[in-house]
């Protein structure tokens, strides 16, 4: 490393200190704390970020500002690596000690020796880019500036400020841009709502949805979804949908409303109640990469018939698999008509045990991974057609390149030889949904016309829907404790390794139960520990949770639990 750069590195770093008593480490999705808290953490991530770009050959890298689903006092950060996709879980140790370095002499030691191991052309032709994107949170703004003078503490590094987007469009965006694809947000939503247009045009003549079915009512959290899904109604003029929570009319991001509150809670969020019986409702989260709908069943009480995750994935699951039988039926001599796709699906142990019975008895291969969406993404890209999704909404669809490269000779060789034929059609019906769906991330908003446009495709309801199985009654608290980093788990999160002896007292309490099923895993954005537990009734359901957060107190310190 020059003079120059070392003495920048030096005088920029002496403007971010860490704050006393602060560890932060690099968790499920990003550093996330009290946004008080995260100038030094935002700055030293914009470093990071520079220093990847020019790992990767000069290729853009994203910087999300975004504590998602989190109060609105916190903030968070996270990297897109070229590809879109979360940051390589490689560079994780380093990023944690980069937010950790005590001062600045040690920062530039870390980075002066993190240079050298990864072979980094601090000097080279190439200049690191990056596009930095931030949600509707207020701390947002000075972050911005915190992680831009990051970014050009590297000399040559350029930041992009891409304003306030959704988590899933920065990742589009970065996806996009190192494809070589036009990249800005207009394009964002030219894509998908060609794409969705191109679905809803080739749904069959036969399929009928009421009127009532036509119309959607979203969610918005009170974040930047409702803002962007407005942008897109306007696109997409025809389509019938009322978004509420916006966060225009004076609500709080994240409070009383949005997806990790309806899901958890399965209560209708804020603005929802008894004049939307019966309607077709979906919720995004704060930074709009989760999506899960609901209906509320009756005038009597704000409950909701939840449609989480699980049910997204088996409805994106059945379309895909009706597209491909259509698509290998009366196959030709031809040999580019012979690909066997591999169609998998990927869940965590949130994954309701009903759904899981139901997708095996789809005939679909069902892998699990520990919660998220970096250790999903990686297995279902394992797949030519991956599908995963949390329990908490989300998740996407990714293809491979073969495939797709394969499916798209398949759909010129029927376009020449049966134009019109339930073959061509298939195909093209798949190659809509790998540019509708976003294949860098979990979208809610690309997500939320996918299962519009299959909702419309199927002539269903989302009673319909719902009742493609049953979930067996489930419970989610979260428990304070001393040190949520004293629990470790094994085998996608459903064992507990560690405090010795807890797993058995977790499976004592499950044989009580039938149908039982509980787990514990600490949280990878709040401080807590989060206990699952289903039963074949709610009331089993609750005394296991109830039992097994208790279990959490005695083992691991003091604490109430709490939903
Ligand atoms: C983030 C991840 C999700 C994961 C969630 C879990 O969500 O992106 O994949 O499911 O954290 O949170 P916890 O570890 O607290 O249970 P988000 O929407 O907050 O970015």
């Known amino acids: 490393m020059n003079e120059d ?24 999705a990003g550093f996330r704390a009290d946004a008080a808290l995260l100038e030094s953490t935002v700055y030293r991530v914009g470093i990071l970020a520079a220093l990847r770009s020019l790992k990767m050959d000069g290729s853009v890298i994203g910087v999300m500002l975004t504590a998602s689903h989190n109060r609105v006092s916190d903030n968070g950060v996270k990297i897109a690596d070229p590809s879109g996709g979360m940051l390589s879980q490689s560079w994780e140790p380093f ?4 937010a950790n370095a005590p001062t600045s002499q040690h920062l530039l030691q870390l980075i002066t020796k993190f240079v050298e191991k990864e072979n980094i052309p601090l000097e080279g032709v190439r200049r690191a880019e990056i596009m930095l994107g931030r949600d509707t949170r207020p701390s947002g703004e000075s972050l911005l500036e915190a992680a831009k003078q990051g970014i050009s503490s590297i000399l040559g590094a350029v930041a992009i400020d891409m304003g306030i987007v959704t988590t899933p469009q920065l990742h589009w965006m970065v996806r996009a841009r190192n494809k070589g694809i036009k990249a800005s947000e207009l394009d964002y939503f030219e894509q998908l709502s060609s794409s969705f247009r191109c679905l809803v045009g080739l749904i069959p003549s036969g399929s009928k949805i009421s009127e009532v079915d036509e119309k959607l009512v979203v969610d918005g959290a009170n974040g930047v979804g409702g803002e962007k899904l407005e942008v897109l109604r306007k696109v997409l003029d025809g389509m019938v949908v009322e ?16 997806a990790d509150c309806v899901q958890k809670e399965k209560f209708a969020p804020s603005g929802f109640g008894s004049q939307d019986v019966g309607l077709r409702c979906a919720s995004l989260d704060g930074d709009a990469d989760r999506l899960v709908y609901f209906s509320v069943p009756s005038k009597s009480c704000n409950k909701i018939d939840l449609v989480d995750g699980d049910k997204i994935l088996s409805l994106f699951a059945i379309f895909i698999k009706e597209q491909l039988n259509t698509l290998s039926k ?47 993404h990686e297995k279902a890209a394992e797949y030519d057609i991956g599908i995963y999704f949390e329990a908490n909404g989300h998740g996407t669809i990714i293809f491979s390149e073969s495939f797709l490269c394969w499916l798209e000779a398949r759909y010129q060789e029927l376009s020449s030889v049966s134009k019109g034929s339930e073959q061509q059609k298939a195909a093209l019906r798949l190659l809509a949904v790998s540019k509708l769906i976003n294949q860098a991330v979990g979208d809610a908003l690309s997500g939320l016309l996918l299962v519009e446009a299959i909702l419309q495709h199927m002539g269903w309801s989302i009673q319909r829907w719902s ?15 001393v040190d949520r980093t004293a629990v470790i788990t094994a085998n996608a999160e459903t064992v507990v390794v560690r405090p010795l002896g807890f797993q058995e007292a977790i499976n004592a309490e499950t044989a009580k139960h039938p149908r039982g099923r509980s787990f514990i895993r600490p949280s ?16 089993a359901a609750d005394s296991l949770a109830n039992s097994v957060a208790r279990l959490v107190d005695q083992f691991l310190g003091f604490g109430s639990s709490q939903k």
């Open 243 to 258: 978004i509420r929570n916006s966060g225009k009319d004076g609500g709080v991001l994240n409070e009383g409303v949005g």
């Open 330 to 376: 009366e196959g030709s001599e031809n040999t580019s008509s012979s690909y066997h796709a591999r169609l998998g699906v990927v869940q965590t142990a949130y994954a309701n045990g009903a759904s899981i019975d139901y997708l095996k008895m789809l005939g679909l291969e069902v892998v699990f991974t520990p919660t998220g969406v970096k250790y999903l």
């Open 467 to 481: 009742e493609l199985y049953k979930d067996l009654p489930s419970r989610q608290l979260k428990v304070k404790v």
């Open 524 to 539: 990878g954005t709040e401080d807590v520990i989060r206990v699952y537990a289903e039963a074949s009734t709610q009331e």
């Open 5 to 28: 750069q070392r003495s920048l590195l030096l005088s920029s770093s002496s403007r971010f200190p860490l704050p006393q008593g602060v560890r932060l480490s690099y968790g499920t």
């Open 95 to 98: 990023a944690d000690a980069l």
